[in-house]
């Protein structure tokens, strides 16, 4: 069904000299600027495209006079993260009860036009069904609930952020809906205001850049105490 062909590959002599191949095949974009370079890809498929998918990697070609540039880039299959994460889910999600409680507060992040998966990955992250670094050991699973997922999605909307500010700051850190919104947000934007006189306009673009402050809740004052996702030494 495939083939894929390498009719010749020149480098330049200083690249040979300098030992530059293993480097080179080691990066994310590998570059080969050569006067008698020449590479030939070809894929021999029913519907001809500019990218040839070859497993979970993704290969493309671009040429130009001097040049030639593969380019690929590896990420996990979204396929696999969807089953994993729905199995994480079900072994927690064990009656029709939880079940209903998951499903309410995926409503609740309707408004920013999630996919199912996004939320689920959302809501999983923040409780704990989901693996997340940013916890580490410390966070129990938990099946979540609509009034507390609700509370913490109205207190960030008071902080001036807008619907598609939430959607961005969801994405890049949804254990926010896990962090307690008392001892941890509001306390932490008592102190950002306080001690930093962070507020209004100020207060929402830091929320944008550096979301994690919102769960910052120890301070090593340079002693490390091993909990640095959550630590106001990185503010």
Known sequence: MESLKFASLTLSPSSRRTGMLGKQLNSPILTIDSVTQFWYCKADLAASSSSIHLSNNRFSCR???SVATATWTSNPSIKHWILHSAVQIENIL???EDQSKWETCKQALSPFNF???EKDKILGKAFGIVHSPYWGEERAKEVPK??????ILDYLKSLNLSEDDLSKLLKKFPEVLGCNLEEELKANVKILK???SI???SLRNLLLRNPKVLGYNVDCKGDCMAQ???CWVRF
């Open 63 to 65: 040429f130009s006079p």
């Open 94 to 96: 064990t009656s029709n």
């Open 115 to 117: 996919s199912d998966e």
């Open 146 to 151: 609509f009034e507390t997922v609700n509370g």
């Open 194 to 196: 306080e001690q930093w």
């Open 199 to 201: 507020e209004g306009k």
């Open 228 to 230: 640095c996702t959550r």
